[in-house]
């Protein structure tokens, strides 16, 4: 049962991680544009700052 609920965890994190991947692109797509429109250049900053994070952690 154990091994079965690691197995599990296991799964659902890497789904978790793959969707988080995901979104992020979406946002970086999306903060590109505004950035590119001249807006919310706080917000671009740290979501670069964030990416960074995420990165440095894998």
Known sequence: IKCHFMSTNNQNFMASLISLVVISLNKHLLLTYLFLSGRDQILIVGHFC????ILSMN
């Open 50 to 53: 964030i990416t960074h994070v």
